[in-house]
């Protein structure tokens, strides 16, 4: 209690001299002072302890004012000399504004960039500017950003072009050069600075204060008590869920209390959890030292005096005040950067260094506070951000450093401030030059890798936690480095050559020690044991591949440069290969008349490595001097002689002799480790820097040796050698009856090295190896990716490698090789190929995985079937090589490879050798083809036979030399063409001697004087006419053959089908209108109109069609009899305010609510559905007992939720797995007999009635016991005699046998259950009220669902619907048999009330009150049980008839009395109906006369009928639906089409007239009298004068809220959307309501309530207020629609905003514009309103298990 005493007193001792507080004459006596400093501070010690602190909790509001006032005003006022709100105003007008725009982005803001003209994707505009400049036109990015950055509007190096928007926009007569200070006095610029010097230094010491109990010296307060404040700090080790439990049990506060604690530390990085004396708060600290010092280092507490808080609150205050002075004026701006970078008297630091350099010893909160002043002063003064980046560069290890050993997230570190300036170009340039930042970011990254192997090689095997955690804070110095190289400099100094080669030797040190690190060895015998790391280096991999790319880059940008980079990256790989000599022998290889010296190696049992990036980068820069022709002008200043080939394709060639290995399943035994750095080497993020370059080297080194020579190698490496070597090998090899696997292994081997040699000589398209632009290289890609499928822009962006721009330059070349397909209402656009790209297909395209190639040679295959064409898949014609690689083609005409092509042919001449396979033979023939692809190219493009240096056809032609006569590869071809088992390649090898013959021809006629064109053309037009007849022929055959199948299949369908007539009769409506039924029992001729109420309705004849049905789950068929077995639908039964006009109702008390009558705002009601399948009740009972018993077995064994919940009843239907939660039972047409006699008018049944209810009055008390005697009633007086026939004693047999009674207890007490939302009781009086409105909901949203959809009323509904309603509402009527009767009657009686006034009845409800169509189902369901009593041979027909007179006449009222357009603005249409207008305006001013000024006049007639007719239909349609189902009457035609003649044939349907009128005339004398009392109701008044709540009719169907065409504008309303709990924090995941647009704080602690005794997250209770427990939400920043369904039930589903590529972007990972797609908006509200939100729940949840275990209920 004390704490609060004093709390009290404090203000009013304060309060006089706050009063007497001058800020003015307190400046008088600054201006006086001698020493300024130690005034103020004077000032500040005195006052700052006297506002902030002073007690447990920090009160912002006040100790803002008393700040302002006491503090700030006296800074101001010596800063303007004068008042402060004039002088800031001087300033700020005569301020030229800045073009720099300067705005932070606050978390979740949308941020855009533009891909074609920003310099790199740092570049980002805010939406103000983005929406005002030239970029909105161009393709944009657009994301949300994570806080912390800003607009970089106005700054001319980030944008190539228009970097202004139009309020940036520089003026022309702008003299930006000027100073600033110019415009100021001298003597304000004194004030300014020493003012600014003298607060600066006092916000930095006392931030990077660290004494908890003193102050700086002049501070000290000048009294001091002991009041401490114990402060507990964030880190990023502890959950949130550990610190609320230590707090707890450290402070004794709530749970409640401790959350808001932990939200507070996460938020704002420190947080005081206890304010006392010294004592009391040192014993918290050890509490929750203690508590959290077990597994980790414990969390950071410290007990500080109150004093030093209150002035690190005012220090943080007077930061903020800062960036608030400058604002006005960029003088001030100016002046604070001065003060800022001063240096000390001794030149040591000044003070920004020294907030830098503290950086990770200061809280959260500090630091962002320190970092947007950063920004707003440094970094928006060109002159000073190049100050400030010099310095930042100076302390960039130390800061680095600091920043490794913190444990906060980047964006809170200093070091985040690097993307501000390293991606500036020319302060990068400068950095690099004066700061050599390039070579300082290297070795501080290769510094704190510190685990090396003994060759100095990084080692990541045994990596602690800490040491991972680590390595994850060091990659972000990659990111720098990436940011200094992003633009590549286009005018080179000495000097900035001489510092980038200096970056590029630290460089190349850092690849050395990544080249050959984490070897792998071939495990032979057993498996591996443990799997070995390898993530680490490939993460290392993965983040450099985009700045090894970028030093090529740089490299070519500079002839000089690239000859040093190239110079230095070799030696580095000499001293590299030194080092490696383990393993290897000399060996001397010979074959085929050739030898060569090489070493032996052998891979499947030697070390080798996959990490190769020095070779790599060689590779990657010997490519450049072809492309450069650095290598053709200055030859003679590169080593190229030196280069030793077989060196360099050594490692790379072991590389890629591991994948053939892994691949042929060698390397089983090596665990997934080995199988993942495959997949990576070749994935499309690494292979650019990794497989491709390997390829390149071979590539280099292939142009450089003899082919024999590389191809030995080649062979030796793979370890095929020996079976091509021997002389005989063609033979040998398959005598060799080896081991199985073995012999499978070399199959795939051969295959392998084969495909490599295609693609060493056909992998041209990289510019500086064939003459090829860069975007061919693109194009290839993207064809070839289509030739699989047809694609997804998405799928393509993935499939293509990005460069550091995060582009793939697809967009430019995209439409010359695809076209696009748009989506429907669901998939994706697709791009499809142009058929005349077909033609460059390569299948042994070398980026193709193993399955990517079958789908494409399968694809491609079909393709030229159906185009009819050979089925061969020719190798594309290939671009020109460069010079430096032109020797590459010589490969294919060596003489090892065609040894090598020779020995698979004639292996393939035996079928049964097993020692070749298909694939290698495809692969042999494709070689075949391109070498003489090849050749003909160099035939047509030379005109002088002996230029031509290829001569393979020469060459394939010669036989096989002696000893061995083996023949010419030619001969074995034309043997093999006619080979049976080679059927599939028969195409392929007519085309290779096709070709052989055209090319010799050509040659021939090159060789002689050259004949007339196409000499040698009739040869092939031969064999080309030959081939047509024959494909002709295959084709005629193939049409037959589909012919016959197509007959048989059809004759067997027909035979299906009459053996399972059953299956095909699906509908179970006895009686449909399309059947013979409605004709055969021709009508008599006053039946002759159908009528579905009243005595006339229509009956079917007696012949009436039994109803048979099958159940689902013994497949026994069964007719539905009311004493026979009962027979059940699967239902779901929930509650629902898909129709509500009134959300803001709040939930009723479900124990005391009284359900009986409908409110007309429908606010909540009960839906059934069903999915339609039929069951026996027994069959049902004993499926859900099954479905119990393993729920609760399921529970013992593991805690995962199932899609549905037992517990509630819930089970998925057994055929359709569609969830349920009841069943309905199957109830057939109760049969009525057609009553011949006179039947009463509406008089006489009124007054018939009436005295049935007096006597069952009489009768309900006569069962009461007496002690509830009715008072009024002395015994003397009787009841009045019930009328003729009416017996209200008599008991009625019961008609149904007891399962089906069972089952109506079952159905009626589950709608009561789930519509109440109470425990299930049997006996409630309310359970039948529940089952008629149910009835009646479900009708009318069904009525309201055809108006939305535009389906005429009868014979659209899908038959399950149909089934539903059926039962429903012939369950309605039957209810009454299993509750007391009794308590229906008495329902009965107190439903007429509203319409007829009963003086026993209490409180009856004013017309206005009452939802009509819910009283018309609930009368007619509740009229069986008054009419069982009565013998007199009145039919319940007619009472369905008067009951529907008299409410469809209330329901006249209602409308009159509520939906009368105030303005007429429709104009009247001519011709009509007089004598309606008449009636209608007779009417109205009678209701008029009895009501009185509530309601106006309205004169025309027309008006008022046409409102009526509006206002009405929904109600006779239900009605309609209603009596329908009830009767099984079949529909007139007229109403299954969709037409204008509606009202006429409803009303005869209903026999109403279709005057509605004549009901209140032709019956006036009773229906006044009704009248007058429905308007003399006591509430009837307040209703109308009540607008708001006032419904009208017809009521609108609700739609989904509208949504922005454009969805950054939902962003930006999210982005501005703060958590409405704690205060002003920006809500990490705001979530829209689709349903009423309200914003929620989902996901979070702070918005967490309380539900049901359950913490539930803000959209889960959302849903209870809103949906009735149905949520549909959008997530903003996620870009996905959110399905909720209770509180355990939920699943994510596209969202409706689309790209221009027709595709969703959930998660907004790609960036690419969304807009509205309508038609899946219109999807998602067809979902809701037919209210299968939670079916589709259950149907996703069912599909994908992960959706199951996550915690929807805290959304």
């Known amino acids: 209690m004390a704490a609060a005493e004093t709390d009290r007193e404090v203000p009013s001792a304060l309060c006089s001299e706050f009063l007497n507080f001058s800020a003015k004459d307190t400046v008088a006596k600054w201006l006086q002072a001698t020493d300024l400093p130690k005034e103020v501070y004077q000032h500040l010690a005195g006052y700052v302890p006297k506002i902030y602190c002073l007690g447990p909790n920090l009160n912002p509001t006040s100790e803002d004012l008393l700040a302002q006032l006491l503090l700030q005003a006296p800074l101001e006022w010596y800063l303007c000399g004068e008042d402060p709100l004039v002088g800031l105003a001087k300033l700020e007008k005569n301020n030229q504004p800045s073009q720099l725009c300067g705005h932070v982005f606050k978390v979740g803001e949308p941020t855009y960039s533009c891909r074609e003209c920003a310099a790199d994707p740092t570049c980002v505009l805010c939406m103000q500017c983005f929406l005002g400049s030239v970029h909105k036109e161009h393709r944009y990015r657009m994301t949300t950003s994570g ?188 002046i604070l950067c001065q003060v800022g970078l001063q240096r000390g008297p001794e030149g040591d630091n000044s003070l920004v260094d020294t907030l830098m350099l503290c950086d990770s010893k200061m809280w959260k909160g500090a630091r962002n506070v320190y970092h947007q002043l950063y920004m707003s002063s440094l970094l928006m003064d060109l002159k000073y951000k190049k100050l400030f980046a010099i310095q930042f560069a100076k302390h960039y290890e130390r800061l680095q450093s600091d920043y490794v050993k913190d444990d906060h997230d980047r964006e809170f570190s200093v070091t985040d401030l690097s993307v501000q300036m390293f991606t500036v170009p020319s302060l990068a340039r400068m950095l690099i030059t004066e700061e050599n930042l390039m070579t300082t970011i290297i070795r501080t990254f290769v510094d704190h890798l510190r685990h090396r192997d003994l060759q100095g090689r990084f080692q990541f095997e045994r990596y602690t936690a800490q040491q991972a955690f680590k390595f994850r804070r060091v990659q972000s110095l990659i990111g720098d480095l990436k940011y200094v190289l992003i633009s590549r400099p286009t005018e080179w100094t000495n000097r900035l050559r001489e510092k980038f080669l200096e970056g590029l030797e630290a460089f190349l040190e850092l690849l050395k020690c990544m080249q050959g690190m984490d070897p792998v060895v071939r495990q032979v015998g057993q498996h591996i044991e443990m799997e070995p790391e390898w993530e680490a280096a490939f993460t290392l991999q993965m983040k450099l591949t985009h700045i090894i790319s970028m030093i090529q880059e740089w490299c070519a940008s500079d002839d000089r440069v690239l000859i040093e980079a190239y110079k230095k990256c070799l030696t580095v790989l000499t001293h590299c290969h030194s080092g490696f000599a383990d393993g290897e022998q000399p060996i001397t290889l010979s074959m085929c008349g050739h030898s060569v010296d090489t070493i032996r190696y052998c891979i499947s049992q030697e070390k080798v490595s996959i990490h190769l990036p020095v070779s790599r980068l060689l590779a990657g820069l010997h490519v450049l001097l072809s492309k450069t022709e650095v290598a053709y002008r200055f030859p003679e200043q590169l080593p190229l002689s030196e280069l030793s080939p077989p060196m360099l394709i050594e490692h790379p060639l072991r590389c890629l002799v591991l994948c053939a290995q892994v691949h042929a399943g060698m390397w089983r035994r090596n665990g997934f480790s080995l199988v993942n750095q495959i997949y990576y080497y070749h994935n499309v993020k690494c292979r650019v820097e990794m497989f491709d370059k390997d390829l390149m080297m071979l590539q280099v080194a292939a142009s450089m040796m003899d082919p024999n020579h590389f191809l030995m190698i080649m062979l030796s490496r793979f370890e095929l050698f020996h079976i091509f070597s021997s002389a005989d090998c063609r033979k040998r090899y398959n005598r060799e009856s080896a081991n199985k696997d073995v012999v499978q292994q070399n199959s795939t081997l051969i295959e392998e090295v084969l495909h490599l040699i295609m693609m060493v000589v056909g992998e041209r398209f990289v510019a500086g190896i064939g003459q090829v632009e860069s975007c061919e290289e693109l194009k290839r890609e993207i064809i070839h990716q289509l030739c699989i499928r047809p694609m997804a822009h998405s799928e393509l962006v993935k499939a293509l490698p990005e460069n550091e721009n995060k582009e793939t330059g697809m967009e430019k070349v995209i439409d010359s090789v695809a076209s696009f397909k748009k989506p429907g209402v669901t998939g994706r656009g697709l791009y499809e190929l142009r058929p005349e790209c077909a033609k460059h297909f390569n299948l042994y395209f070398h980026h193709y995985s193993r399955a990517d190639q079958s789908k494409a040679e399968e694809a491609q295959r079909k393709l030229k079937r159906q185009n009819g064409e050979d089925s061969a898949l020719l190798p594309p014609s290939l671009p020109q090589l460069c010079p430096l690689f032109a020797s590459l083609v010589n490969i294919l005409q060596c003489d090892v490879l ?84 080679l059927e599939v390649h028969k195409d392929m090898i007519r085309w ?138 699967a239902a779901f039964v929930q509650r629902s305010t898909v129709m509500s006009k009134n959300r803001k109702r709040p939930p009723h008390d479900p124990e005391s609510y009284d359900p009986i009558f409908m409110h007309p705002d429908l606010s909540f009601g009960t839906h059934t559905g069903s999915c339609g399948h039929i069951m026996h009740s027994h069959c049902w009972q004993r499926y859900f007992e099954a479905v119990q018993a393993k729920e609760q077995r399921r529970q013992q064994r593991l805690r995962v939720h199932t899609s549905y919940d037992v517990e509630n009843g819930e089970f998925l239907c057994p055929l359709c797995e569609c969830l349920s939660n009841t069943v309905i039972p199957l109830l057939p047409l109760t049969k009525t007999s057609c009553s011949n006699g006179e039947q009463p008018g509406l008089v006489q049944w009124l007054n018939t009635t009436s005295q049935q209810i007096k006597a069952l009055h009489s009768a309900h008390r006569k069962a009461k016991p007496t002690s509830v005697a009715v008072a009024g009633q002395s015994e003397g007086v009787e009841a009045p005699p ?169 329901h006249l009222v209602q409308i009159l009395l509520t939906s009368i357009p105030v303005e007429l603005t429709m104009e009247q249409e001519s011709g009509g109906v007089e004598h309606e207008e008449e009636s209608v305006c007779l009417l109205y001013n009678t209701l008029r006369s009895h009501i009185g000024s509530c309601v106006y006049e309205v004169s025309s007639g027309w008006h008022l009928w046409r409102a009526v007719k509006a206002g009405i239909l929904p109600f006779l349609r239900g009605a309609a639906l209603f009596f329908h189902h009830l009767h099984g009457v079949p529909t007139p035609p007229e109403l299954n089409a969709p037409g204008a003649s509606e009202w006429e044939v409803l009303c005869a349907y209903l026999s109403l007239p279709s005057n509605l009128l004549q009901l209140f005339y032709s019956y006036q004398e009773v229906l006044e009298p009704l009248l007058q009392g429905w308007c003399s109701h006591p509430s009837m008044r307040q209703c109308l004068q009540s607008p708001e709540t006032l419904i009208s009719f017809p009521r609108e169907s609700n739609k989904l809220i509208e949504l922005p065409e454009d969805y950054s504008a939902l962003i930006n309303q999210a982005s501005s959307f703060t958590c409405p709990k704690s205060g002003g924090d920006k809500s990490r995941a705001p979530t829209l309501c689709l349903v009423c647009g309200a914003l929620l704080c989902s996901q979070s602690y702070c918005c967490q309530t309380e539900l049901e005794g359950e913490d539930v997250g803000a959209c889960t209770a959302h849903t209870f207020a809103c949906g009735a427990g149905v949520g549909i939400f959008l997530r903003v920043r996620e870009s996905q629609v959110l399905f909720l369904a209770g509180k355990t039930k939920g699943c994510f589903y596209a969202p409706p905003y689309l790209d221009d590529y027709g595709e969703t972007d959930q998660g907004l990972r790609r960036g690419n514009p969304l807009h509205l797609c309508r038609e899946r908006y219109r999807k998602i509200q067809k979902l809701w309103r037919q209210h299968s939100i939670t079916e589709e729940i259950g149907h996703a949840q069912e599909a994908n298990q992960t959706l199951v275990g996550i915690d929807w209920q805290h959304l």
């Open 147 to 334: 806080g912390g950055g800003f607009c970089d509007c106005g700054d001319t190096e980030a944008w190539k072009k228009g970097p202004y928007c139009q309020k940036h926009e520089p003026n022309i007569c702008d003299s930006s050069q000027e100073d600033p200070l110019a415009n100021l006095s001298a003597d304000m610029i004194a004030r300014t600075y020493n003012i600014f010097s003298i607060m600066l230094k006092y916000a930095v010491d006392m931030l990077t204060w660290d004494k908890e109990d003193e102050l700086p010296h002049g501070l000290e307060p000048p009294e001091r008590g002991d009041t401490y404040y114990c402060m507990l700090f964030n880190d990023e080790v502890h959950t949130y869920e550990q610190v609320i439990y230590t707090l707890q049990k450290a402070v004794n506060c709530t749970q409640k209390e401790a959350v808001s604690f932990a939200t507070t530390v996460d938020r704002d990085g420190r947080k005081s959890v206890r304010y006392g004396d010294f004592q009391f708060c040192e014993q918290a600290k050890s509490v929750i030292v203690r508590n959290t010092s077990r597994q980790s280092k414990p969390l950071r507490v410290q007990v500080m005096h109150s004093s030093v808080v209150a002035h690190q609150c005012f220090a943080l205050k007077a930061l903020t005040w800062f960036s608030h002075v400058i604002r006005y004026s960029d003088a001030l701006r100016r």
């Open 898 to 981: 065609l040894g090598m092509l020779g020995a698979v042919l004639q292996w393939a001449m035996e079928p049964s050798g097993g020692h070749w396979s298909e694939s290698m033979l495809q692969r042999v023939l494709h070689l075949i083809g391109m070498a003489l692809l090849e050749e003909q190219q160099q035939l047509e493009s030379t005109l002088d036979d002996n230029e031509v240096t290829f001569s393979f056809t020469l060459k394939i032609s010669r036989p096989g030399e002696a000893p061995s006569t083996s023949p010419s590869i030619l001969a074995v071809l034309e043997t093999l063409q006619n080979a049976p088992h």
């Open 1282 to 1450: 019930p009328p003729e026939g009416f017996r209200p004693d008599h008991t009625p047999i019961n008609p149904y046998s007891s399962s089906i009674k069972e089952m109506l207890t079952t159905f009626g007490t589950a709608t009561y259950k789930v519509g109440l939302k109470v425990h299930p009781n049997e006996q409630d009086p309310r359970v039948p009220i529940m089952c008629w409105t149910s009835c009646a909901y479900t009708i009318q949203s069904v009525e309201r669902l055809l108006v939305d959809e535009q389906k005429p009323l009868f014979g659209s509904l899908p038959c399950r619907q149909d089934d539903c309603l059926s039962s429903l509402a012939r369950f309605g009527s039957a209810c009454w048999t299993v509750s007391s009767l009794a308590t229906v009657q008495s329902h009965f009686i107190r439903l007429l009330a509203a319409l007829l006034p009963d003086p026993q009845v209490e409180n009856s409800r004013c017309i206005l009150d009452v939802d009509m169509f819910h009283l018309l189902v609930s009368l007619v369901l509740s009229y069986p049980a008054v009419h069982c009593q009565d013998s007199s041979g009145l039919s319940t027909d007619i009472a369905e008839l008067h009951l529907l007179h008299l409410v469809t006449v209330a």
């Open 992 to 1129: 290779i001697l096709k070709t052989v013959v055209s090319i010799k021809t050509m040659r021939e006629r090159t060789a002689a004087a050259p004949p007339p064109e196409r000499a040698g053309g009739w040869q092939e037009e031969m064999v080309r006419d030959k081939d047509k007849a024959e494909r002709k022929r295959k084709a005629e055959m193939a049409r037959l053959r589909r012919e016959k199948i197509m007959a048989q299949m059809s004759e067997m369908q027909k035979h299906f089908i009459n053996e399972n007539k059953e299956l095909f009769q699906q509908s179970l409506e006895e009686l449909d209108a399309s059947t013979s039924a409605s004709l055969e029992h021709s009508p008599s001729s006053w039946d002759s109109v159908l009528v579905c109420v009243g005595p006339r309705r229509w009956r079917g004849g007696r012949g009436e069609r039994r109803q048979v049905v099958t159940c689902i789950l013994c497949q026994e068929e069964q007719e539905i009899r009311a004493d026979g077995r009962a027979m059940v639908l």
